[in-house]
């Protein structure tokens, strides 16, 4: 049972557009190439003053290393929802808990480099903690808190997909709540 366990945290939930799940596959093979369509999830925690944790991922990530991304992200496992994922990886990261409410669902395809890609159904979160970060140092290089103002100024290198969130959170009631 545990090396079952064990097996699927290293697989991926493949869906079509319309987030139908197709069935699994191994989480490296998922993202190699053009990639294939899988569930992820993507995490904004922000504190009392309203300003969005965000985190630069570490130099040894096989996709995207060194960019700067919303608090966390990750790939759905087969066993979870999107609300277990999100949650799973919020404590995994930076040690947090929080309500975390969905705001919206979109999908992206980004290249990262010539041999590897991201292609996800992303649901997004957010949620609000003014606990103290506890980040891992094997998935976070660095991390900080960012005001909408800054959010929009900051000289940072952002990851694809966070790129897209700000723009649509920007936009949105997700600041103003």
Not at 25 to 30: C, I, P, R, S, Y
Not at 109 to 129: L, N
Not at 165 to 176: C, G, N
Request: with cysteine.
């Amino acid at each position: 049972m545990q090396q079952d366990l064990i097996s699927l945290n290293d697989q991926v939930i493949l869906v079509n557009k319309k987030d139908q799940i197709l069935g699994i596959a191994n989480k490296l093979q998922a993202h190699l190439g053009s990639a294939q369509l899988h569930r992820a999830v993507s995490v904004q925690i922000f504190n009392s003053k309203q300003e969005l944790l965000i985190q630069q991922r570490s130099k040894d990530k096989m996709l995207f290393p060194l960019l700067w991304a919303n608090t966390v992200c990750t790939d759905v496992r087969p066993y979870e929802n999107y609300l277990q994922a999100a949650n799973r990886r919020l404590k995994e990261e930076f040690g947090l808990q929080a309500d975390l409410t969905p705001q919206f669902k979109f999908y992206y395809t980004a290249p990262s480099g010539s041999r590897a890609a991201e292609k996800e159904i992303d649901q997004v979160f957010s949620g609000r903690t003014d606990h103290r970060p506890q980040p891992n140092p094997k998935e976070i290089q660095a991390w900080q808190y960012l005001s909408l103002k800054q959010l929009k100024t900051a000289p940072l290198n952002y990851a694809p997909w966070f790129k897209l969130i700000l723009k649509k959170m920007l936009s949105s009631a997700i600041f103003k709540a």
